[in-house]
């Protein structure tokens, strides 16, 4: 079955740290990939996705995230957080086509100490 | 352009009563979802509709849930009856699913407590 590991729950940094926050999937074929964010109180919204290309994607606010194919991952990086990146993020993979459904990971709850 | 509309944002019912939640995806957006959010969990899909036919209803409950959109338009999502762990926020997204274009736009949910 399809599925999706984001190895952190909760992770706390400090302002100008840098971020990495892990996803693998299980999905033997072509997939399409995503991070969506939650800030609080606000609805989920699209981060960055891969669909095909560079594996080296960049997203809004300085966020990027590098497709390895051959270890299942598509990992969210950022050189240096800030307290406004405080927020929930969730890595979800959908099958490449029509209709597949999106498979999403069970989040991680970033918190940027000023 | 506007996004996606849910209401009401918060209910709050008893047990064994009944709920309804209605969405309205973005203008011209073919495929329309259904997911419940749960606490501490990533979002699960209860049900996905391309116009107005079911495309994927595999993890809907249906002895409880259901969920019409007429016209392919709008969407309601209906719990009858409600248990203690229907509590968690419904989201509501839409998709345009052309070529190409998977992205899926949320709306910013209801959030529903069964006391």
């Known amino acids: 079955a399809q599925s999706v590991s984001q190895h952190n729950h909760h992770v706390i940094l400090s302002e100008a740290a840098s971020l990495e926050l892990g996803c693998n999937y299980s999905y033997g074929g072509t997939v399409n990939l995503f991070w969506y964010v939650q800030y609080p109180g606000q609805h989920l919204q699209l981060l960055l996705k891969?669909?095909?290309?560079d594996p080296l994607v960049k997203g809004i606010k300085g966020f990027e995230a590098e497709f390895i194919k051959s270890k299942f991952s598509f990992n969210l990086r950022k050189p240096s957080v800030q307290w406004s990146d405080t927020a929930e993020y969730f890595c979800?993979?959908?099958?490449?086509?029509?209709?597949?459904?999106?498979?999403w990971g069970l989040g991680t709850s970033l918190a940027v100490n000023p | 352009e506007a996004g996606v509309a849910q209401s009401p944002r918060y209910k709050i019912i008893e047990k064994r009563q009944s709920v309804a939640f209605w969405c309205n995806p973005i203008s011209g957006h073919a495929t329309l979802y259904w997911y419940q959010q749960i606490l501490g969990q990533g979002p699960k899909l209860l049900i996905q509709?391309?116009?107005?036919?079911?495309?994927?209803d595999s993890q809907l409950p249906k002895d409880r849930f259901s969920a019409e959109r007429l016209k392919g338009v709008d969407s309601t999502l209906k719990i009858q009856p409600a248990k203690l762990e229907d509590s968690a926020v419904y989201l509501c997204a839409s998709s345009p699913e052309a070529l190409n274009i998977y992205e899926q736009y949320f709306g910013p949910g209801t959030r529903l407590t069964v006391t």
């Open positions: 509709f391309q116009n107005n036919g079911v495309v994927d």
């Open positions: 891969y669909f095909s290309g």
């Open positions: 979800a993979v959908r099958g490449a086509g029509n209709n597949r459904k999106l498979i």
